[in-house]
């Protein structure tokens, strides 16, 4: 379904090029849970914004149901693109401090769905804070009287509301409690096991990551490196 081919990524630190991904590549199927980690620079960030469309990489292509999302211009095609779904790290600078939150997740509905008024985008909202453990009575709240946890959820409901494939969460827990950790996690297996959305979860967190994940990858010299596999046996070394 999603397919990360030969991805390179160069950065300029001064004089000094920096390779984040050094012909990284990674299939996710239907409904896969992933977890990805490595040490801070090692690229996850970039691998996430590139499949997202936020960056360009500098050859290599990610695949949608072996569609190509970026072209040989190396311009990205967000029409297919946005059944790719990115849930950031911080939750409150992903939202208009002065938008209510439901407002923010109906724009999204009406985005996908062209021609759906008010009311019909309000109800989808409704059942949209449903799916992710929120009351639906916080949707005329400002981000700033919501927890971080419930931010973070509606940023989930908000992405919902694009009907993804597929959805990265960068480090999207490492700013929660553990409670708060707890319930996204509930969320991610649901729409994995119940919706078939692939889950791609970045992480420092490896006992996270093992609670969750199928597959963990270490991302490491701009690679990824499987280290465990829970339906094969001799690949956890970590």
Known sequence: MLEAVDLYKTFKNGNREVY???????????????GIFGKSG???????????GLAKPDSGNVYLDERPLFDES???????GKRIQLIPQQPYLSFDPAQRIGSAVAEAVRVNG????????????????DRVLLNPSLMD??????????????????????????IISDEATSMLDASSQAQ??????????????????????MKLLRSFADRIYRLDKGVFQIVCDKSAEGTEDV
Not at 114 to 129: M, T
Not at 150 to 166: D, F, H, K, S
């Open 20 to 34: 984040p991904l050094s012909g990284a590549s990674l299939c996710v199927e239907e409904g896969d849970r992933i």
């Open 74 to 80: 190396k311009s990205y095609d967000f029409r297919a």
């Open 114 to 129: 062209r021609g759906i008024g008010r009311a019909e985008a309000r109800s989808k909202v409704a059942e949209l804070f």
């Open 42 to 52: 090692e690229g996850k960030s970039t691998f996430a914004n590139i499949a997202c």
């Open 141 to 166: 709240r400002l981000p700033s009287q919501l927890s971080g946890g419930q931010v973070q959820r509606a940023a989930i409901a908000r992405a919902l509301a694009m009907n993804p494939e597929a």
């Open 184 to 205: 996204i996690i509930r969320i991610f297996c649901d729409l994995a096991n119940k919706d078939g959305i692939a889950i791609i979860l970045i992480s420092h967190d």
